[in-house]
């Protein structure tokens, strides 16, 4: 799959069949193939790379107790959620000490939605945000995502960890003081 992966964390709300298929087998059965694998050979500790973006965009601020519910890229979303069950499952089963970082959405990488408006802007081009600027997530810098990682090995952490802020934020909201930050004229810059 790895050919694939960019597609599929980037698969849109209703993915072809094919890619659901792709998801369920990357996210679900391949960590099934890796805890059980790990448990074959008494490896002892499994940390995953979850994510935070399943809770309900309703909220405003979320912890790791609200309630999993993706109303977008639901195939992707639920894989993860499916996934992060099985993994805890497993671990439990084989005595397996497990931790699930639930990553926010990760910016500062160079790929994300947030940097392709920083690049746009900075070069003097609009940006065009979908679904009347609607869209929204809790953006977290990569380095912050890495610390939360090192964190996570560094002091044997178990159960179930957000690595995120907690705040929702618009996209329109984003591009905004994107468009502000970088002098732009934001009835120019920004188009919803």
């Known amino acids: 799959l790895p050919g694939q992966f960019s597609t599929l964390l980037n698969s849109g709300e209703t993915p072809d069949q094919q890619t659901g298929e792709d998801l369920w087998r990357a996210n679900v059965l391949g960590t099934r193939a ?51 069950w099985t993994a805890a499952s497993i671990c439990e089963q084989h005595d397996i000490s497990f931790a699930a970082l639930r990553l926010a959405s990760v910016v500062g990488t ?16 609009p940006v065009t945000i979908a679904r009347q600027g609607r869209f929204g997530a809790d953006f977290v810098d990569v380095e912050d995502i ?44 920004v188009i919803v």
């Open 34 to 84: 890796l805890a059980l694998n790990m448990a074959k050979a008494g490896v002892r500790r499994l940390i995953l790379a979850s994510t935070a973006n399943f809770y309900s965009p309703g909220l405003t601020e979320a912890n790791e107790l609200s309630p999993i519910s993706p109303t977008s890229r639901t195939l992707y979303l639920g894989s993860k959620a499916v996934q992060e």
């Open 110 to 125: 160079g790929r994300s939605v947030i940097d392709h408006f920083a690049r746009r802007l900075t070069a003097g081009e």
């Open 146 to 189: 890495v610390t939360g990682l090192l964190i996570a090995a560094d002091q044997s952490l178990e159960g179930v960890w957000n690595v995120s802020s907690g705040q929702r934020r618009l996209l329109v909201d984003i591009a905004a003081d994107l468009a502000l930050f970088s002098g732009q004229e934001i009835s120019k810059s």
